[in-house]
């Protein structure tokens, strides 16, 4: 089973940019497809970006779509989220996320999909 910490986050004024990275341990990284995912205070948990287990592919929903990029390299087990022009509204606190694949280039979209999580790493954006 892998193992998840988030690095990073906190506090930002509108306009912006912060980075998270997620380390991996416990297992082979590059078995599994990864995501980020965001839950506001009162709010369901959301999508960020999902990428596949290789890196080439990446998903972004249109909340953050041209804002963030998300990365990963897999000989040093992270994968990271650039997120650029940052908006009050994006204040959350921030997962990654991680699931096993036999598929090298599928990435997965739902909070369901993935079964392990790193514990959240908070980001503020003041206006």
């Known amino acids: 089973q892998v193992q998840l910490v988030e690095s990073g986050g906190g506090l930002v004024q509108a306009g912006g940019s912060l980075s998270l990275s997620c380390a991996a341990s416990g297992d082979t990284f590059s078995n599994y497809a990864m995501g980020w995912f965001r839950q506001a205070p009162g709010k369901e948990r959301e999508l960020v970006a999902a990428?596949?287990?290789?890196?080439?592919?990446?998903y972004y929903p249109d909340s953050v779509k041209g804002r963030c990029t998300t990365s990963r390299d897999n000989a040093k087990s992270t994968v990271h989220l650039q997120m650029n022009s940052l908006k009050p509204e994006d204040t959350a606190v921030y997962y990654c996320a991680g699931t096993a694949s036999v598929l090298q280039n599928r990435y997965f979209f739902k909070t369901t999909d993935y079964g392990f999580w790193g514990q959240g790493a908070q980001v503020t954006v003041s206006s």
């Open positions: 990428i596949t287990r290789t890196g080439y592919g990446t």
